[in-house]
């Protein structure tokens, strides 16, 4: 038989895609999931004043529990891409969500600093299997034309996340200074954040449950990519990369760019009370409602662009998009800093929201169009792996800045100038990055039709 029969009797034998309810059922799940993962990770940075003064805890040990969940998460996401081209996914995902779930209840059990560190790690641990997961079943859920909208959808589940922690942690702050202790049925009584903690993680038990009795979608091979990548091992993965070393380091960094930002944000509250006089209650209720109303329209939108440049024919549509949001999110980084009202900063900084929520919604949607399909988990755990640690560089250097620097009564200069220290490098290979897409995407076979 020839190769044009043996390619002919492959394609014969492929699956079709699941139907489109199918796909976004599936989708719609895992982007409850998403929520409950990010409410579960976000919630501890807004609870660190009780828990320091309950422990009596020193910065630097809040700063390693902080770090608790990126170290172990992004070890731990290398393992869970591998598992998820091989394992059951769905499956995978029911265990992650029970672990992070327990584990966040745990959190709000922890009797000393050691109990708290281990249970911080085990949210990480857990929360490492599902967006490896998400996106190889996205991959085998949606034909590449389609892929943007249910990704974006999916990535919406990070404002909305933020969003809602930051409210609830509003309503704590408010409880706290006008209620004592609450009691629950078998953890008996509970001071505030100990009770937010375990509310936050008991309903996540019931979705690993729902997760376990769901259907997968087929997995798909990739016949175009056949002549690029011959196994699906993590070395095959590395030495993919290493191959395309220049293209992914100068993709990558862009969406590191984002993250530094973003994680960078976590010195805004701080920053608007030392600046404007805000405080720490008024900024995440007008943070909270500033997210939900923003970040998941802005995903969605920029997901549908996406699908449809893509369908009329823009050959690198995504990346193309990425980079409008980089563009967005640079100088909107920056200017809000230097504002004279607090309410005119936070508006300029809501243009910052949209720029963050286009590179992370589409980045994620790139890296699918320049990766085969047999090695996408364990390279999307890798991507997730640099994003991270890379990201928690952001927050490091407006800590140096503040206090090396500007001094710490001008907190917003260190802030500001973030955006600009990470934007140089990917700006700077963007001419190349760009070539090179184009160049993969026609190696890997990948048309917009």
Same mark, same amino acid.
């Given at each position: 038989?020839?190769?044009?029969?043996?390619?002919?009797?492959?394609?014969?034998?492929?699956?079709?895609?699941?139907?489109?309810?199918?796909?976004?059922? /599936?989708?719609? !799940?895992?982007?409850?999931?998403?929520?409950?993962?990010?409410?579960?990770?976000? @919630?501890?940075?807004?609870? @660190?004043?009780? +828990?320091?003064?309950?422990?009596?805890?020193?910065?630097?040990?809040?700063?390693?529990?902080?770090?608790?969940?990126?170290?172990?998460?992004?070890?731990?996401?290398?393992?869970?891409?591998?598992?998820?081209?091989?394992?059951?996914?769905?499956?995978?995902?029911? +265990?992650?969500?029970? =672990?992070?779930?327990?584990?966040?209840?745990?959190?709000?059990?922890?009797?000393?600093?050691?109990? =708290?560190? %281990?249970?911080?790690?085990?949210?990480? +641990?857990?929360?490492?299997?599902?967006?490896?997961? %998400?996106?190889?079943?996205?991959?085998?859920?949606?034909?590449?034309?389609?892929?943007?909208?249910? @990704?974006?959808?999916?990535?919406?589940?990070?404002?909305?996340?933020?969003?809602?922690?930051?409210?609830?942690? &509003?309503?704590?702050?408010?409880?706290?200074?006008?209620? $004592?202790?609450?009691?629950?049925?078998?953890?008996?009584?509970?001071?505030?954040?100990?009770?937010?903690?375990?509310?936050?993680?008991?309903?996540?038990?019931? /979705?690993?449950?729902?997760?376990?009795?769901?259907?997968?979608?087929?997995?798909?091979?990739?016949?175009?990519?056949?002549?690029?990548?011959?196994?699906?091992?993590? %070395?095959?993965?590395?030495?993919?990369?290493?191959?395309?070393?220049?293209?992914?380091?100068?993709?990558?960094?862009?969406?590191?760019?984002?993250?530094?930002?973003?994680?960078?944000?976590?010195?805004?509250?701080?920053?608007?009370?030392?600046?404007?006089?805000?405080?720490?209650?008024?900024?995440?209720?007008?943070?909270? +409602?500033?997210?939900?109303?923003? $970040?998941?329209?802005?995903? !969605?939108?920029?997901?549908?662009?996406?699908?449809?440049? %893509?369908?009329?024919?823009?050959?690198?549509?995504?990346?193309?998009?990425?980079?409008?949001?980089?563009?967005?999110?640079?100088?909107?980084?920056?200017?809000?800093?230097?504002?004279?009202?607090?309410? =005119?900063?936070?508006?300029? =900084?809501?243009?910052?929201?949209?720029?963050?929520?286009?590179?992370?919604?589409?980045?994620?949607?790139?890296?699918?169009?320049?990766?085969?399909?047999?090695?996408?988990?364990?390279?999307?755990?890798?991507?997730?792996?640099?994003?991270?640690?890379?990201?928690?560089?952001?927050?490091?250097?407006?800590?140096?800045?503040?206090?090396?620097?500007?001094?710490?009564?001008?907190?917003?200069?260190?802030?500001?100038?973030?955006?600009?220290?990470?934007? @140089?490098?990917?700006?700077? !290979? !963007?001419?190349?990055?760009?070539?090179?897409?184009?160049?993969?995407?026609?190696?890997? &076979?990948?048309?917009?039709?």
């Amino acid at each position: 038989m020839s190769d044009t029969d043996l390619q002919a009797a492959a394609a014969a034998s492929v699956k079709p895609y699941p139907s489109a309810a199918a796909g976004w059922f /599936l989708v719609a !799940m895992l982007t409850v999931g998403y929520i409950f993962s990010f409410v579960d990770r976000y @919630i501890l940075g807004l609870l @660190i004043e009780p +828990i320091k003064a309950e422990f009596d805890l020193s910065d630097r040990s809040i700063g390693w529990l902080l770090s608790a969940f990126t170290l172990v998460y992004g070890f731990v996401g290398i393992f869970m891409g591998w598992l998820v081209d091989r394992g059951k996914r769905l499956w995978i995902v029911s +265990i992650g969500v029970a =672990l992070w779930s327990v584990a966040t209840v745990a959190t709000g059990m922890a009797k000393n600093f050691v109990q =708290l560190f %281990t249970a911080r790690m085990g949210v990480g +641990i857990g929360e490492a299997t599902l967006s490896p997961a %998400t996106f190889s079943m996205i991959g085998d859920s949606f034909p590449t034309e389609k892929r943007g909208k249910p @990704i974006a959808f999916y990535s919406a589940a990070l404002p909305i996340g933020a969003g809602l922690a930051s409210l609830l942690s &509003g309503a704590v702050i408010a409880w706290t200074a006008s209620s $004592g202790s609450q009691s629950l049925p078998y953890f008996g009584e509970l001071s505030p954040w100990r009770y937010t903690m375990i509310i936050v993680g008991l309903p996540g038990l019931l /979705l690993a449950l729902i997760f376990l009795l769901m259907k997968e979608p087929a997995r798909r091979p990739a016949a175009a990519s056949s002549n690029v990548i011959s196994g699906s091992g993590f %070395t095959d993965a590395l030495r993919y990369l290493w191959d395309n070393k220049a293209l992914y380091i100068g993709f990558v960094l862009v969406i590191c760019a984002m993250t530094a930002i973003a994680y960078s944000h976590g010195f805004l509250a701080p920053t608007f009370e030392r600046t404007w006089g805000w405080s720490p209650q008024k900024y995440a209720y007008v943070n909270g +409602i500033a997210l939900l109303l923003i $970040g998941p329209l802005n995903m !969605m939108i920029m997901g549908s662009i996406s699908d449809w440049w %893509t369908k009329k024919g823009v050959k690198d549509a995504s990346l193309r998009i990425l980079y409008i949001g980089f563009f967005i999110m640079i100088p909107s980084g920056v200017i809000p800093l230097f504002m004279p009202t607090a309410e =005119l900063a936070f508006a300029l =900084l809501c243009i910052n929201t949209i720029g963050i929520g286009i590179v992370s919604a589409i980045g994620v949607t790139s890296l699918l169009v320049i990766t085969p399909a047999q090695i996408r988990g364990q390279v999307v755990a890798l991507y997730y792996l640099a994003i991270s640690w890379f990201g928690s560089l952001g927050p490091i250097a407006v800590g140096e800045l503040s206090s090396g620097v500007f001094g710490e009564d001008n907190l917003r200069y260190a802030v500001a100038a973030v955006p600009v220290i990470f934007a @140089i490098a990917p700006l700077l !290979m !963007m001419p190349l990055t760009k070539r090179l897409y184009r160049e993969q995407m026609d190696r890997l &076979g990948v048309t917009t039709e």
